[in-house]
């Protein structure tokens, strides 16, 4: 019969079942299934003590029945069952009712293998000192349609088939001292659950409490106890689904499910159902809001996932004994993306290596709340508020001599010196020191190899973070030391993400590594080896939308390495920095800027083993090395830091990972100030001049009136090359003024005049000629325009490397009228009277750098000229 017994829970599969709390619990019907028994030898049905369940009346069982095989009864109306009563089995309890079910008093029903307490619309109650006891207890209700044997009043049963459709599914109490123990199972079926007084159900393998289709409410308050390997309590469907454990009652297990459609409240205790004290994990779905208000009360658990519509922790300390060493690297990309999605089935998410994991669709708050976890994951969809909130993952990585990138550890005969772990920054290296203070690094005691982000891949470095070295000598020393357990770890892992992110209050998120301890020393204690210090851990904060801190708070996310410990002559090497990875999509005022701390591990701040060595040369190489704090995504131009902020005004930034801004160069040295435009993607930052010199339009360099000025006329040289022509021109007049000048003029004015003749005539024709064609030839009158073909335009500006030109293609309009000789020697003329000559172009030259104004008149008079000789042509 114990085989039977054992076999019977097996085959139910209860723990797959409680391993999957989304598909469970079964049916009714197929716990009926899985659940039937082999025929059995002996049974005896129930009647009513009082005879008035024929007219639906309340039945009344008070007898004392033993040594059967299997006890039933089936009734239509209500049932009672008395203090008196004793029903005792060899294998099989069942007693259905149509109404309700009450036992209470001293009552007891006990069943070597199963009882069944299965009611209709009144439900399932056990109040007083009620005792239900068998292999698997099943209370509630069993379907909606019941074919079996009637027991009446005067002994003769008859076929008969109840109708339960449409009925709601009843409630089950439990209140006083009830309890109910199941050796292997217990199931509770109601469309409410209340456990309250001191009442107990207890089922060492496992412990279901609520419905699948119609349940308004659970609750277990006061010092009642529920108690299993496994308890899962679920309460979903249409009608709210509310699970609360209230006051002072307490769910003991090892694994612990919540599923509701409702809300969800722990306002009560959990502990472990296993003797050596495991903490319990726990698991909540929930659509509603979650809440867990503890404020006298530590809950201590191996494991916490939640996920629900939102999520409130209240004067909460959640402390988690579960380091983070398995964690692999993850993506470039937000797993809280997946987890609000899909849940803990999100493709391409282990879930499982988070001890510590709250998914919410809304909000996301903890308030004075501290938890104490190795990887934590928080996910919000909406708004994730920390309010006076600590998470710390300290200690809680890779133990010393564990993980990749842990310190490596060098022997001697008599003493072993050990380096620190690297993740990012790289740990420092075990010394030795001597009575003078002196420090030398041990050959072979060296920090790990550390890891480099961004490096090229889409990989976070999140895997665990390695602890310092770790080794005893061998053989070991006669005395070890006890406090072994975190010395020398690496940081563990925090990870959050929301849409909108704020903090109010001090907010302090913290992976930090371990110090080195004694791990072992002699029978004079004096220590033989020591351990290094573990390497920081890892924080990624991803914000969406904003960023807000009050102005009372602050935010310090902190990953700096495990310290320098001393061990009279024996000295650790200290932990590297951890890795900070933030995505900001928002814009942070300075004065909010959280605190980041990635600095490698270095000098204890009170280690009196350590003071001797304060400050000597060879102390540097066992400190560790910084950490990193960079962007999750490349920042945008103009941005920089781990926040992604804007450069201030007078900065720039090239964007993606860079930490600090540049010095723009461009403005002037006086009298300019850069603008307040923030976040400029270059050098040239935009700036003003100030008041009372000349408008930055005209005047680029911000020169005060005096200086633009003198700066217009081509400063020192063209002022040089002005006064310089003044005096000449001064000089030459004055020259003339003299006697000596009007001589010389004389005497060359009659070797002159007979070539001036010539040349005055020859000028004067050409002027009336030119003057003939500009009044006949170069007008176009009403005359000519029914002789008018066509219009020849040239090529080029007439300046500079682009003269004037015309092409030496005859136009296809004139050709009928023009011969193609005379039309190419036409355009040679106008190509030679365009033609910039060599001189003129190097004068120009001269005087741009000498007289920039000069220039300019000088090229409009070259142009002029050159335009005069094409017309002539014409």
């Keep these: 019969a114990e085989e039977e017994v054992h076999k019977e829970c097996d085959d139910y599969d209860i723990d797959t079942a409680f391993q999957r709390p989304n598909k469970w619990p079964l049916g009714e019907e197929q716990l009926v299934r899985a659940l039937e028994e082999p025929p059995l030898w002996t049974e005896f049905r129930l009647h009513c003590s009082n005879g008035k369940d024929e007219t639906n009346g309340t039945c009344v069982i008070n007898v004392s029945v033993k040594g059967y095989d299997k006890i039933s009864g089936v009734f239509k109306g209500d049932v009672v069952i008395t203090s008196n009563a004793e029903i005792f089995a060899n294998y099989v309890v069942e007693i259905q009712a149509r109404g309700n079910m009450h036992v209470n008093g001293s009552a007891h029903i006990n069943a070597g293998r199963r009882v069944n307490l299965w009611a209709g619309e009144g439900g399932v109650n056990l109040t007083d000192q009620a005792n239900v006891t068998a292999s698997i207890v099943i209370l509630g209700r069993r379907a909606q349609t019941i074919n079996a044997t009637i027991s009446s009043s005067d002994n003769v049963d008859h076929e008969e088939t109840l109708e339960l459709a449409g009925t709601?599914?009843?409630?089950?109490?439990?209140?006083?001292?009830?309890?109910?123990?199941?050796?292997?199972?217990?199931?509770?079926?109601?469309?409410?659950?209340?456990?309250?007084?001191?009442?107990?159900?207890?089922?060492?393998?496992?412990?279901?409490?609520?419905?699948?289709?119609?349940?308004?409410?659970?609750?277990?308050?006061?010092?009642?106890?529920?108690?299993?390997?496994?308890?899962?309590?679920?309460?979903?469907?249409?009608?709210g689904g509310k699970i609360a454990l209230h006051d002072n009652a307490t769910v003991k297990a090892s694994e612990i499910y919540v599923n509701s459609t409702g809300d969800v409240d722990i306002e009560s205790w959990l502990k472990s159902e296993s003797s050596?004290?495991?903490?319990?994990?726990?698991?909540?779905?929930?659509?509603?809001?979650?809440?867990?208000?503890?404020?006298?009360?530590?809950?201590?658990?191996?494991?916490?996932?939640?996920?629900?519509?939102?999520?409130?922790?209240?004067?909460?300390?959640?402390?988690?004994?579960?380091?983070?060493?398995?964690?692999?690297?993850?993506?470039?990309?937000?797993?809280?993306?997946?987890?609000?999605?899909?849940?803990?089935?999100?493709?391409?998410?282990?879930?499982?290596?988070?001890?510590?994991?709250?998914?919410?669709?809304?909000?996301?708050?903890?308030?004075?709340?501290?938890?104490?976890?190795?990887?934590?994951?928080?996910?919000?969809?909406?708004?994730?508020?920390?309010?006076?909130?600590?998470?710390?993952?300290?200690?809680?990585?890779?133990?010393?001599?564990?993980?990749?990138?842990?310190?490596?550890?060098?022997?001697?005969?008599?003493?072993?010196?050990?380096?620190?772990?690297?993740?990012?920054?790289c740990g420092g290296s075990g010394a030795t020191g001597d009575e003078q203070g002196r420090v030398k690094p041990v050959p072979g005691a060296s920090a790990g190899p550390n890891q480099s982000w961004p490096a090229g891949t889409d990989l976070l470095p999140t895997m665990g973070s390695p602890g310092g070295g770790c080794k005893t000598p061998d053989p070991p020393c006669s005395v070890s030391a006890s406090s072994v357990g975190l010395a020398g770890a690496g940081g563990g892992l925090i990870w959050l993400s929301g849409n909108d992110v704020s903090v109010v209050g001090d907010a302090n998120l913290t992976a930090i590594g371990g110090q080195g301890a004694v791990l072992a020393a002699d029978n004079k204690s004096q220590p033989c080896s020591i351990s290094g210090g573990?390497?920081?851990?890892?924080?990624?904060?991803?914000?969406?939308?904003?960023?807000?801190?009050?102005?009372?708070?602050?935010?310090?996310?902190?990953?700096?390495?495990?310290?320098?410990?001393?061990?009279?002559?024996?000295?650790?090497?200290?932990?590297?920095?951890?890795?900070?990875?933030?995505?900001?999509?928002?814009?942070?005022?300075?004065?909010?800027?959280?605190l980041l701390d990635f600095l490698g591990g270095g000098m204890p701040d009170e280690e009196e083993p350590c003071q001797s060595f304060y400050r000597q040369p060879g102390l540097e190489h066992t400190k560790g090395q910084p950490g990193i704090a960079l962007p999750l995504l490349p920042?945008?131009?103009?941005?920089?830091?781990?926040?992604?902020?804007?450069?201030?005004?007078?900065?720039?930034?090239?964007?993606?990972?860079?930490?600090?801004?540049?010095?723009?160069?461009?403005?002037?040295?006086?009298?300019?100030?850069?603008?307040?435009?923030?976040?400029?993607?270059?050098?040239?930052?935009?700036?003003?001049?100030?008041?009372?010199?000349?408008?930055?339009?005209?005047?680029?360099?911000?020169?005060?009136?005096?200086?633009?000025?003198?700066?217009?006329?081509?400063?020192?040289?063209?002022?040089?090359?002005?006064?310089?022509?003044?005096?000449?021109?001064?000089?030459?007049?004055?020259?003339?003024?003299?006697?000596?000048?009007?001589?010389?003029?004389?005497?060359?004015?009659?070797?002159?005049?007979?070539?001036?003749?010539?040349?005055?005539?020859?000028?004067?024709?050409?002027?009336?000629?030119?003057?003939?064609?500009?009044?006949?030839?170069?007008?176009?009158?009403?005359?000519?325009?029914?002789?008018?073909?066509?219009?020849?335009?040239?090529?080029?500006?007439?300046?500079?490397?682009?003269?004037?030109?015309?092409?030496?293609?005859?136009?296809?309009?004139?050709?009928?009228?023009?011969?193609?000789?005379?039309?190419?020697?036409?355009?040679?003329?106008?190509?030679?009277?365009?033609?910039?000559?060599?001189?003129?172009?190097?004068?120009?030259?001269?005087?741009?750098?000498?007289?920039?104004?000069?220039?300019?008149?000088?090229?409009?008079w070259h142009a002029r000229q050159r335009s005069r000789r094409v017309r002539r042509c014409v």
């Design 168 to 239: 709601p599914l009843g409630p089950v109490t439990l209140d006083g001292n009830a309890a109910v123990t199941g050796y292997q199972c217990v199931y509770v079926f109601g469309g409410r659950a209340d456990i309250a007084g001191d009442a107990s159900v207890t089922g060492e393998r496992g412990v279901m409490v609520g419905a699948q289709e119609v349940c308004t409410q659970i609750t277990i308050s006061d010092k009642a106890t529920v108690e299993g390997k496994v308890v899962a309590i679920r309460c979903t469907g249409n009608s």
């Design 276 to 425: 050596n004290d495991d903490n319990p994990a726990l698991h909540v779905t929930s659509t509603g809001t979650f809440t867990i208000n503890l404020s006298n009360f530590i809950l201590r658990i191996s494991r916490l996932v939640a996920k629900a519509g939102s999520i409130v922790l209240e004067s909460v300390k959640i402390q988690s004994n579960l380091s983070s060493c398995m964690k692999n690297s993850a993506k470039n990309s937000d797993i809280c993306q997946q987890v609000l999605e899909q849940g803990e089935e999100a493709p391409h998410v282990d879930v499982s290596l988070f001890d510590f994991m709250l998914a919410a669709n809304h909000l996301l708050r903890l308030h004075s709340t501290s938890v104490q976890a190795g990887s934590m994951l928080l996910c919000s969809g909406d708004a994730l508020d920390l309010q006076t909130t600590s998470l710390d993952a300290s200690t809680l990585g890779c133990k010393c001599g564990k993980g990749t990138g842990h310190g490596r550890t060098n022997c001697t005969q008599d003493s072993c010196y050990s380096g620190g772990g690297s993740l990012i920054g």
């Design 534 to 594: 573990g390497a920081g851990g890892q924080i990624i904060l991803w914000s969406y939308n904003t960023l807000t801190i009050d102005g009372q708070g602050k935010l310090r996310l902190s990953v700096t390495g495990g310290p320098i410990f001393c061990g009279q002559n024996l000295i650790s090497g200290a932990g590297g920095g951890g890795f900070i990875g933030i995505h900001n999509a928002g814009n942070l005022e300075p004065e909010s800027i959280p």
């Design 635 to 860: 920042c945008s131009p103009g941005l920089f830091g781990a926040f992604c902020q804007k450069c201030q005004r007078g900065k720039w930034s090239p964007g993606n990972y860079s930490l600090t801004c540049q010095d723009c160069t461009n403005k002037p040295p006086s009298n300019a100030n850069y603008s307040e435009i923030t976040g400029w993607p270059n050098k040239s930052c935009p700036y003003t001049c100030t008041r009372g010199v000349p408008n930055i339009l005209i005047n680029k360099d911000c020169q005060d009136a005096l200086s633009f000025v003198f700066g217009f006329f081509g400063g020192v040289r063209g002022v040089t090359a002005i006064m310089s022509c003044l005096v000449v021109l001064a000089g030459f007049l004055l020259w003339r003024r003299t006697g000596k000048g009007k001589r010389r003029c004389c005497r060359k004015r009659h070797a002159e005049t007979s070539r001036d003749t010539g040349r005055q005539h020859r000028r004067r024709n050409w002027g009336q000629h030119e003057e003939s064609c500009q009044g006949t030839d170069l007008v176009f009158t009403k005359s000519k325009l029914p002789y008018h073909v066509c219009r020849v335009y040239l090529d080029g500006k007439n300046r500079g490397p682009l003269p004037w030109h015309l092409s030496e293609r005859l136009p296809e309009v004139v050709e009928p009228l023009v011969m193609a000789e005379k039309w190419d020697s036409f355009a040679q003329a106008v190509n030679n009277a365009a033609k910039i000559h060599k001189r003129g172009h190097a004068l120009e030259a001269i005087l741009s750098f000498l007289y920039p104004p000069l220039a300019s008149i000088c090229s409009f």
